[in-house]
Nanobody, 125 residues
Framework: VQLQASGGGLVQAGGSLRLSCAAS????????MGWFRQAPGKEREFVAA????????YYTDAVKGRFTISREKVKNTVFLQMNSLKPEDTAVYYC???????????????????WGQGTLVTVSS
């Protein structure tokens, strides 16, 4: 699986951005597509994920109500719509994919084997 993330940029607090992750090589329908982020000096953390087959979403509490993950099967693309951005959302955002994840591992970055290159999101105060 190859992943190409895009859509990052500089935005003021309260603004919005939409990240995209184009995937190729998704040969099975049981993939989970995830978004993770990593701020300088911090460990990579879970943001959101979506089951490719059902569209069932998962979110970390810090982004619930502000971020929305979705997928467009025809285009093999996953989106992360980020609204009401805060300075603490500043990070490099990575998309990831993994087949066969069990529920308890969806939020664990170590469970994913395929990663995109990352896109920088900077939120100014």
């Amino acid at each position: 699986v190859q992943l190409q993330a895009s859509g990052g940029g500089l935005v003021q607090a309260g603004g919005s951005l939409r990240l995209s992750c184009a995937a190729s090589g998704l040969t099975f329908d049981d993939y989970v597509m995830g978004w993770f982020r990593q701020a300088p000096g911090k460990e990579r953390e879970f943001v959101a994920a979506i089951k490719w087959s059902s569209g069932n979403p998962y979110y970390t509490d810090a982004v619930k109500g502000r971020f929305t993950i979705s997928r467009e099967k025809v285009k093999n693309t996953v989106f992360l719509q980020m609204n009401s951005l805060k300075p603490e959302d500043t990070a490099v955002y990575y998309c990831a994919a993994q087949a066969g994840l069990i529920e308890s591992t969806v939020r664990n970055f170590r469970a994913y084997n395929s990663w995109g290159q990352g896109t920088l999101v900077t939120v100014s105060s």
